[in-house]
Structures are given as C-alpha cells and as structure tokens.
C-alpha cells in the first residue's frame, strides 16, 4: 500500500502540535501559545486500516501571504515547492473551535491551493464546556470539504480523523478564487449559519482577562507569580537533592572501599563522581522551575504576560512579538534564537537574537544553585521568603532588566524602526492537562541527564586527565594540581580574571564551562577534589568554597554567569541564525566586555562594602 | 587490579572522551557554517523544536 502524504496546516495554536502527537506518538513540544512549532515536523502512522501515513507538522501560520520564515515554510510545502518534500496528497488544516472566526478565514485561505484536504474542528471538548455547538456537516456543505471533530488530547479524540485518512482522499473543492473581503463574508456566513456560540461562556475568560490584563494588577500577579516559582525551586527541591547527594556520597563511599589507590580510583571517584554528582544534585530544582513553565505555558497565561510586557518592550525598542523567543530562552537559548524566525522585522528579529543569550537559561541554575547555597544563609526575610529563593529572583530580574537595557541602547543605534504593532492571539484559558506537562517533565529530565552523559561525563573525564597529569615533581612544595596541565591553564587565565577577584580553580573550570554552562560546576568539583588532601574534604563542594572563596569572589562569580557568552552551541546558532561572524563577533565581544564589567564592578563594591 | 588493566582502562575512558568531544564540536562547527541547514535535530541544546533535521 502506497504511503499517504499527509500536511497539518492551521493558525498558530490551534492543537496542531498536539494532534501530530498524538496521531504519530511522538513527543514534541506543545504549549498554549502561538510559534511554538518553527520548523516543520515529521512522523509515521498507520491508520486502523492499515494504510501507512507520513505526517509533517508546519508551523503555525495567520495567511499564506505572509513574509515571515516559519510561514513561508507552510506554504512552501503546501504548494510543493520544497527541495527534496513531495507535496502532501491531503491538506489537513485544524481548526480550533473555540475560535472559529479566525481560524475557519486560513482554512478558506488553504481551499484556495486546490488541492485536497480535510477540515478538523479541533479542542471540541473546550467548544462544548463552552456550549458552542457547530453543525458540522452544514459547514462541510458550505466548505465544500470534509470537517471531522477531534479532541487532541484525549487518545479517542482522534478516531474520527483516523477513519477519513482510510477512506479515499476527499476531492478537491472547486470554485472561483476569492478576495479577502469575500473571504470575511463567507466566514461570517458560515458562522452564522453553522455555528452557535453563546457568549456567556467568553465572559468567563473575560472576568480573568479584567485581572490578569489590568495594567496595574496584571503586573503585579506576573511578579508574584515568578517569585512564588523561585521560592518554590529553594522550598520544595531540599529532601530530593539530599536523597541524590547521600545517593552520590555511598557510590563514592562503595568505590573508595572497593578499590586500591591508582589512577583508576582517582579516576573514578575524584573525576566522575565528584564531576557528575556536583551536577546532578541540581536535577530536582531544574524539574520543579519546569513544573511552574509548563502549567504557565499550558493555561493560556503566557500570551497575557507577553500582551502585559509589550509596553515596557516597545520602551527597549522590541516589541510583545520577542516575548515567545525571550521566554524560550530561559529553557534554553538555541531554540529561543530559532524562534525569532517568526519576528517579520530583520532589525528586530537581530535585535533580540543578540538579547537572548541574557535570558537565564536552566543550564546556569546550577551554578547559580552551587554559589548561592555556599554563601547566601538559608534563613526567613520577613518571616515569610526564603532568602536564598530572593537571591535567585533578583539574579533571572536583573537578566531581565539587562537585556532590555541591552535592547534600548542598540534601538539607539537602528534608527526608526517604523510602527510594528503586537497583534497577538489570546487563547482561551484552560487548565493544564497532567499529561502533557508530565510529559514535558520527562523530557526536561532526559535532556538534563542526557547531558550528564554526553557532555558532563567527558569533559570530566578530560579534566580529571589534564588535573593529574603531569604528576607534581618530588620537591613539590605547592599541591600536585597545580603542576598538572590545568593547573598551568589555570594560572595562565589568572591575570585576566584576577581583577574579578578569581581564583586558579575558577580560571580552569570557566574553560570546559564553554561547552555546557552547568560543566562549569563539576568542573570545579574535580578540580576541589583532586585538590582535597583526603576524600572527606571532596565530598561537599559548597562547603569547600565557602571556606576557600570571599562573598565578593563568588558575587563577582554569580555577575559573570547572568552576562557572559559561555555556550559554545548558544554561539553556534548565533553564526547560523544571523548568517554572519561579523554579528556573531559583536554577541561574543559584547557579552564578555558586559560580563567583565558586571563581575569587576561586583567584586570591588562587594570588598568596599565588606571593609 | 593489575597495572597494566588500571592502565588501559583509563587510556579507554580519557581517548573515548577525547574522540567524543572532538566529534561534537566539529559537528558543531559544520552546523554553524551551513546557515540553509537549519537545525540539524541532535536536541543536545534541550529543547529542541525539530524531530528529524531538514532536508
């Protein structure tokens, strides 16, 4: 049986995403905002018939006119005009139902291509809590295609759309092209013909809008919300991160009674565990800051705060459209600088590539972690907040607030812009489904650990290599380490970071840093260890550099991770997004000039301050 | 453990590492410059947006 080419187009968040998911089984990304899918996806399935379906997953689009690159991409493939993509045999453009008046004018839009295709009324659970009802075969009548009803998130949901891939293709509807305002007509038509929508259910959205939107109030839920996330990341993740650290403590305690002194052993428990378990521990924080993204992007709440923020981005010179790719980057700043393909101004689009390094990613939470257990006590401000969760609230403010100011002084310097107003789809509010934020936990955590065993482990193990050898000569008076070639590096760095008031061990550790940010930690773990004049003195990180460093050594340390460029892939897909080392250059110049300043202006106010 | 065994399986560890991180950072190089590839999918920035790379 010959495979059936299958596209999944619609507006952005509709539940393309989620039915492609759901259909293919994959996992993909799915949230409830608009740009989530940049790219287009691909997956295989086999119908209940037997009929074996290649699945693309395109990018969201709003028309086929559009100059955006992610949009530009659907229609590529719609029309087959993709190098090396055959052209999909079946259009299946979703829809969702809650909102057919946006979403039924892109379907019209699809119609036009004239090739075959199916319309699915997606989220038809949402439709029917809010008691919209759609006679849905009077709007394939008055479509001239075939509309099933799915529900994307529920494994049934999606036998209707199962059954129509295994009958024959629908036909292709014929008719005269239409123009936008007859477009409008028919739209308002169908609705008025096929589908009733009462309003007292949009009132309830409404009711939350009249808060979430407030200007006043809407701020300050989006502050408490944030800082409630980063109370809850100190508060809640201590019992599991003692469960891992004693878990790292007895393999390292087994393998030390296990094995005989030699370089296997040193190998073993100064390089890996130390290296990994340094880093590990940091897992239960991490998933718990995701836990708060993932119900935040599943409401419906997130397209809000970009509508709240827009303001105060049009004042840096950006606009609510860089919030999705700014918010992405706290994950990770690769996919937040991919997402800016959906930002149609090449100055803004450039503009917020270069800012998105200075969101906080979740690679720099352990080191954050690391710093601010060792000097900031775990003590109550206020008989209410944790003051170690404040810390960590100020450090992703102040990331914040840089890029913006970052992104006001090269506004300065791009001249006028020209008005580009923010229209942005609001959605409607739901809760977030278990699932898919279970999920996304999951993924977080196999990204993390996956790291761990890719990146972590042998970059410790080439640490440990460079901390032990050569071996220290026999009339050593310094510790060993610092004849080895780390040792070496470490103090050739020195004079650069000596002003910021670093020691050897951090000039070692910032440079495997570069490939991961979270290295950086068990870097410094080898480091200590191989340092330690026994294996008690290895075990606690935090208590070996509280001891060794001064609260203005690890400030200083804490102000250079908010700015500097240390990731070699964010400086990747810089060069790739921009298509050119010359702006690749003035994001890694400009970060490690900021980056200095911030840690050299921190240490010495923190020695003035301290006397 | 006999010497020569310790030996050999630190040499595996440390050259298996070396080899490893060569490997992705020419990989990493190659993808940087191929400004048409698009994302090559090997998901190692965390949360990647693409399943299979584009063709």
């Known amino acids: ?611 | 453990m006999h010497a020569n065994a310790e030996f050999a399986i630190v040499a595996l560890l440390v050259g298996g590492s070396l080899f490893w991180v060569a490997r992705a950072a020419w990989r990493g190089i190659r993808a940087a410059n191929d400004a048409a590839a698009g994302c090559g999918g090997c998901k190692a920035c965390g949360s990647c947006p693409t399943a299979v790379p584009r063709r």
């Open chain 1, 1 to 611: 049986m010959s495979t059936l080419h299958v596209a999944l187009v619609g507006n952005p968040n509709c539940g393309k995403t989620a039915l492609f998911n759901r259909l293919t089984g994959s996992r993909e990304k799915v949230a409830n905002y608009a740009g989530v899918t940049v790219e287009r996806k691909a997956g295989t399935l086999v119908t209940p018939g037997g009929k074996p379906v290649y699945l693309l997953d395109l990018p969201g689009a709003y028309s086929l006119a559009s100059a955006s690159p992610d949009e530009k991409i659907t229609r590529d493939v719609c029309l087959g005009q993709v190098n090396g993509e055959k052209q999909p045999d079946l259009i299946v453009c979703v829809v969702d139902a809650t909102n057919l008046r946006l979403h039924l004018r892109f379907a019209l839009e699809v119609r036009e291509l004239g090739r075959p295709m199916v319309v699915v009324l997606n989220m038809m659970d949402a439709a029917a809590r809010r008691g919209i009802y759609i006679d849905r075969e009077k709007l394939a009548k008055r479509l001239g295609v075939p509309v099933v009803e799915t529900v994307a998130v529920s494994r049934d949901g999606i036998q209707p759309l199962l059954a129509l891939l295994d009958d024959t293709c629908p036909l292709v509807h014929q008719g005269l092209p239409l123009s936008r305002a007859q477009m409008h007509a028919d739209v308002t038509r169908m609705l008025n013909d096929a589908v009733d929508v009462p309003r007292r259910t949009a009132a309830i959205d409404d009711r939350i809008d009249g808060v979430v939107l407030h200007p006043l109030w809407g701020l300050v839920l989006l502050a408490a919300t944030m800082f409630l996330m980063f109370q809850a990341v100190y508060a809640w993740a201590t019992p599991f991160m003692d469960l891992i650290d004693a878990g790292v403590a007895l393999v390292g305690d087994w393998l030390a009674a296990s094995l005989p002194d030699g370089i296997l052993r040193s190998l073993l428990i100064d390089g890996i565990v130390a290296g990994i378990g340094g880093v590990i521990i940091f897992l239960p924080q991490i998933l718990i800051l995701f836990l708060f993204i993932l119900a935040l992007e599943e409401s419906g709440y997130l397209p809000r705060a970009a509508f709240l923020l827009d303001r105060f981005m049009a004042g840096a010179g950006l606009t609510g459209r860089s919030f999705i790719p700014l918010l992405s980057s706290f994950a990770c700043a690769v996919p937040g600088i991919m997402a800016t393909r959906s930002i149609q101004d090449p100055r803004e689009r450039l503009a917020t590539i270069l800012v998105a390094p200075l969101m906080t990613c979740s690679a720099r939470l352990p080191v954050y972690a690391l710093l601010i257990a060792a000097f900031i006590p775990q003590r109550e401000v206020a008989g209410l907040f944790n003051l170690q969760g404040l810390v960590l609230f100020a450090l992703y403010f102040a990331a914040i607030v840089s890029a913006m100011g970052v992104a006001w002084f090269m506004s300065r310097f791009r001249g006028n812009a020209g008005e580009h107003a923010l229209l942005l789809e609001l959605p409607s509010y739901h809760l977030p489904d278990p699932r898919d934020v279970l999920i996304g936990l999951v993924e977080r955590g196999g990204i993390f650990l996956r790291r761990v065993g890719t990146i972590i482990f042998p970059m410790t193990v080439i640490l440990w290599f460079l901390a032990s050898f050569p071996a220290a000569p026999a009339d050593a008076v310094r510790p060993a380490i610092e004849y080895s070639y780390a040792g070496q590096l470490g103090n050739w760095l020195l004079p650069f970071f000596a002003p910021l008031g670093f020691t050897w061990q951090i000039c070692i550790a910032l440079v495997p840093g570069l490939a991961a940010r979270e290295v950086f930690v068990g870097a410094l773990a080898t480091v200590y260890a191989l340092g330690a004049v026994d294996d008690a003195a290895a075990d606690q990180l935090t208590g070996l550099i509280a001891a060794d460093w001064s609260l203005a050594t690890a400030l200083a340390l804490l102000a250079w991770y908010v700015f500097a460029p240390q990731c070699i892939s964010t400086i990747a897909v810089i060069r790739r997004e921009t298509n050119s080392w010359k702006m690749t250059g003035v994001a890694v110049v400009y970060l490690t000039v900021l980056a200095w300043l911030a840690a050299f202006a921190t240490y010495r106010v923190t020695l003035a301050l301290s006397g």
